[in-house]
């Protein structure tokens, strides 16, 4: 951790010494009480959020609110590792931090109004400017493709509170798809960076070098998927968009084949990476299945493929492995976090195949998955409350 001043560093409350402390674990418990509320309004007994419907409310909250905040939690971490500056801490992160906080207990308990808008996109602003500022500075262009995605993830928020207020008649299930697949073209981003980097790492194997043709055709049709969906207005099937939708997930195929998945069964940190990226790229190849095929396979379903299994089981994994390594302790999971993994993957099975298969017990495979997601998640909270809010275990200030 590049701070000059360590006594200075180390009077900092340890939440608030990195990004990834606050927004880890808040996202976290956010996500596990989002989840409890879903299912008791699924089970009838569980009075709403007045913010806009419980679909919208559910959809916003689990993308922007949840996702948002751990996207954020890492980019601000991760940030000061790209440019040697200092990442934000003290006031500056518990400022952006009580934001978002705010933000959540608005839309949870509010009637719809502009302020509570410009509320849930000033930490986003804020975000965005924290990032963009030392990127800028040090010239770090390898990653400023972070800035535009920030921007976006702002935009489409914007355009989904737009939806609620009144002044954007786009189908929610449009911004919802918009959303789940940006998040997904920076998972792309990301899992191609970082899982072959580990999966070396942690198999003790030789290196997995870059190819750059295979990471071209990976992540190009990743953005055009992405970019094609915003011309998408109706939210009915378009045969063309789900084209695309089968060729960017078939062009994963050279990218993964590389990436020796078989060796990291016996590591619950690589394998769970692995796991999530798959179930990403399945969801998007659904998604082209289910606008080609509409009547055959719904949209929610590939939607959950992504936002269950890929988008929330990268997290689970990320979000793991960057607490431990940013506290100085050793990368290892024990038993509960192993079983967290594993409910979490029960919990897209319920919400999907289970769906598909027996389609009477939706409503049943709504509210079961939703809980075993809180249950996922809870452990993790139960089992990083004290390394988030605890100090470094080697005494070192982040």
Same mark, same amino acid.
């Given at each position: 951790m590049q701070i000059v001043d360590k006594a200075s560093a180390l009077k900092i409350p340890p939440i608030l010494r990195l990004a990834f402390r606050p927004f880890f674990l808040a996202a976290g418990l956010f996500s596990v009480i989002a989840m409890l509320i879903w299912s008791g309004f699924w089970s009838g007994f569980m009075l709403f959020p007045m913010y806009g419907n419980p679909v919208w409310w559910h959809s916003h909250e689990m993308l922007f609110g949840f996702t948002g905040a751990v996207i954020v939690g890492f980019l601000l971490t991760?940030?000061?590792?790209?440019?040697?500056?200092? /990442?934000?801490? /003290?006031?500056? @992160?518990? #400022?952006?931090?009580?934001?978002?906080?705010?933000?959540?207990?608005?839309?949870?308990?509010?009637? +719809?109004?502009?302020?509570?808008?410009?509320?849930? !996109?000033?930490?986003?602003?804020?975000? !965005?400017?924290?990032?963009?500022? +030392?990127?800028?500075?040090?010239?770090?262009?390898? *990653?400023?493709?972070?800035?535009?995605?920030?921007?976006?993830?702002?935009?489409?928020?914007?355009?989904?509170?737009?939806?609620?207020?009144?002044? *954007?008649?786009?189908?929610?299930?449009?911004?919802?798809?918009?959303?789940?697949? @940006?998040?997904?073209?920076?998972?792309?981003?990301?899992?191609?960076?970082?899982?072959?980097?580990?999966?070396?790492? /942690?198999?003790?194997?030789?290196?997995?070098?870059?190819?750059?043709?295979?990471?071209?055709?990976?992540?190009?049709?990743m953005w055009a998927v992405f970019l094609s969906s915003l011309l998408i207005s109706s939210g009915q099937p378009s045969m063309w968009f789900g084209g695309?939708?089968?060729?960017?997930?078939?062009?994963?195929?050279?990218?993964?084949?590389?990436?020796?998945?078989?060796?990291?069964?016996?590591?619950?940190? #690589?394998?769970?990476?692995?796991?999530?990226?798959?179930?990403?790229?399945?969801?998007?190849?659904?998604?082209?299945?289910?606008?080609?095929?509409?009547?055959?396979?719904?949209?929610?379903?590939?939607?959950?493929?992504?936002?269950? /299994?890929?988008?929330?089981?990268?997290?689970?994994?990320?979000?793991?492995?960057?607490?431990?390594?940013?506290?100085?302790?050793?990368?290892?999971?024990?038993?509960r976090i192993l079983a967290a993994f594993v409910i979490l993957f029960i919990a897209v099975l319920v919400r999907t195949l289970l769906i598909v298969m027996f389609p009477g017990l939706t409503q049943y495979a709504y509210i079961l998955s939703a809980l075993l997601w809180a249950v996922s998640f809870g452990i993790f909270c139960i089992v990083f409350w004290p390394i988030l809010t605890q100090a470094r275990a080697d005494g070192h200030p982040g």
């Open positions: 991760a940030v000061q590792n790209w440019t040697g500056i200092p /990442g934000i801490s /003290g006031w500056k @992160l518990g #400022l952006v931090f009580v934001i978002w906080l705010i933000a959540r207990v608005s839309l949870l308990v509010m009637a +719809p109004h502009p302020a509570w808008m410009i509320l849930d !996109l000033l930490w986003l602003v804020m975000a !965005l400017l924290f990032l963009a500022i +030392p990127v800028i500075q040090t010239r770090q262009w390898r *990653n400023v493709l972070f800035l535009p995605v920030l921007f976006l993830l702002l935009f489409l928020n914007a355009r989904m509170h737009g939806i609620v207020l009144g002044w *954007n008649h786009v189908p929610l299930s449009t911004v919802a798809l918009q959303t789940t697949l @940006l998040i997904a073209v920076l998972m792309t981003v990301m899992g191609g960076r970082v899982i072959p980097f580990f999966t070396a790492r /942690g198999t003790q194997t030789e290196p997995i070098t870059r190819i750059p043709w295979r990471e071209h055709v990976a992540l190009w049709p695309l939708c089968l060729f960017a997930a078939l062009a994963q195929i050279p990218r993964l084949v590389r990436w020796r998945t078989s060796r990291t069964f016996s590591i619950p940190l #690589l394998w769970m990476l692995h796991l999530a990226y798959y179930f990403t790229v399945l969801g998007v190849f659904l998604s082209g299945i289910s606008q080609v095929y509409p009547q055959q396979l719904a949209y929610s379903i590939s939607l959950h493929v992504i936002t269950v /299994g890929g988008i929330g089981g990268m997290i689970l994994a990320m979000v793991v492995r960057v607490s431990l390594g940013h506290t100085g302790r050793v990368l290892q999971t024990g038993k």
